[in-house]
């Protein structure tokens, strides 16, 4: 089983998650259950995906957690827009 916590990128989406989250602490209350939510969902299933492929078996299983995960960052920049 591969050790999420030593891949950079682990590491690095783990950084964003943080920077989400003080950056959604500053929206409007009224967002908080909107698009607030819907932000930080995003950027946690970042590594949280990552480290899910980690535990698979395969090289395969593994490639498809990190090609999900990829996609997680473009879903939140579009928000972010």
């Given at each position: 089983m591969r050790d999420f916590r030593k891949y950079d990128i682990w590491i690095d989406s783990m950084r964003l998650v943080e920077l989400i989250y003080m950056t959604v602490d500053q929206f409007p209350k009224n967002e908080k259950f909107g698009l607030s939510s819907q932000i930080t969902r995003s950027a946690v299933s970042i590594?949280?995906?990552?480290?899910?492929?980690?535990?698979?078996?395969s090289e395969k299983e593994f490639a498809r957690f990190l090609?999900?995960?990829?996609?997680?960052?473009?879903?939140?920049?579009?928000?972010?827009i």
């Open positions: 590594p949280s995906n990552i480290a899910e492929g980690a535990s698979r078996s090609e999900i995960a990829l996609g997680s960052p473009f879903e939140l920049e579009t928000q972010l």
